[in-house]
């Protein structure tokens, strides 16, 4: 089970406690896009085995969006940071380099 601490209020919860957003910092287009920045957007994913950027709301508590760093195979998570962001922050970035020196950021 995941246990992951919302960076606003500072709980730490169960995942049945929360709801998934999907993917982390994906670009949203609005009216006017053209039919591939859509087709991209709504079903183009990415689904990486380790290392994924996640979105998640606080569902039983503050209501807010965050994000999540977590390891899709062994379901360790990294840390939490604030989905106002359009990027991990450069610390969660370092962390997960120590623990896993051959990962690539994408």
């Not at 998934?20 to 689904?47: C, I, M, P, V």
């Not at 807010?64 to 379901?75: E, S």
Request: with cysteine; charged share 25%; proline share 5%.
């Amino acid at each position: 089970m995941l246990i992951l601490e919302c960076p606003y209020c500072g709980v730490k919860a169960e995942e049945t406690e929360l709801h998934a957003g999907g993917e982390a910092h994906l670009t949203r287009h609005a009216t006017g896009s053209t039919d591939d920045e859509l087709k991209f957007y709504l079903f183009q994913r990415k689904n990486p085995k380790g290392v994924h950027f996640e979105r998640w709301r606080h569902v039983n508590g503050c209501g807010k969006w965050f994000h999540a760093a977590r390891c899709t195979m062994t379901l360790e998570v990294f840390g939490t940071y604030s989905a106002q962001t359009f990027e991990p922050p450069k610390a969660l970035l370092s962390s997960i380099k120590a623990k896993r020196p051959d990962w690539q950021a994408t």
